[in-house]
């Protein structure tokens, strides 16, 4: 006697199912570790994301640290900076003054002598009056000068030698030694010079 065969599970129940499941908590924590990783990493060799940072360098300021520094360009710039939040609007960017007001400081004898004593005590004190400046007479009525602003003598001193050595000029830079030494010798001066006192100021 022939067994009756089973019968055979319906299609529909041997089909894959669709659905959700649960994420191994190993493949979390994995994927949370390389991303972590991966932050780790960028933060580290990523120099901030410039281009000119590059490995082993981490920032661009290490890679400036490390470059030899020209102590009389830093001077010049720190002085440009200070001479824009200063100077700059009355004797204008381009140091040409303004017409009539404030005379030019390129090309400027009074700027350019080999020794700045004179210049150091027109930015000290400020100058009024007649004065000749590159052939031209001018009548000055300043009062600004760097004591009443409260610029530091190594702000003047930065200044003084950025307007000495662009636009054309050339001359020797200030220190803040020279500008300590005019104060000394000028004690507590505080009105504006003449030029004919300026011109009676020895020069070195």
């Excluded at 190993?26 to 932050?39: D, E, H, P, S, V």
């Excluded at 580290?44 to 030899?68: C, E, H, I, M, N």
Aim: proline share 8%; hydrophobic share 40%.
């Amino acid at each position: 006697m022939n067994a009756e065969p089973q019968a055979s599970a319906p299609l529909a129940e041997a089909a894959p199912k669709v659905g959700f499941a649960a994420v191994p908590i190993w493949l979390i924590i994995l994927t949370a570790l390389l991303g972590y990783r991966g932050c780790m990493y960028v933060d580290q060799f990523g120099g901030g994301f410039d281009p000119k940072v590059y490995t082993p360098y981490a920032s661009f300021k290490q890679l400036d640290d490390l470059q030899t520094k020209d102590a009389n360009a830093e001077m010049i710039q720190r002085g440009k900076r200070r001479y824009n939040e200063t100077c700059g609007q009355c004797h204008q960017a381009g140091g040409l003054g303004t017409p009539w007001q404030f005379p030019p400081l390129a090309g400027s004898e009074w700027v350019t002598a080999p020794d700045p004593a004179r210049l150091i005590r027109i930015s000290l004190h400020a100058v009024q009056g007649p004065i000749t400046v590159n052939g031209q007479q001018w009548d000055l009525i300043m009062s600004l000068n760097a004591i009443t602003l409260g610029i530091s003598d190594d702000d003047l001193a930065a200044i003084l030698t950025y307007i000495r050595q662009d636009w054309g000029n050339k001359a020797p830079a200030v220190t803040p030694a020279q500008i300590a030494a005019v104060k000394k010798e000028t004690g507590d001066r505080a009105t504006p010079w003449t030029a004919e006192e300026l011109k009676a100021v020895p020069l070195k």
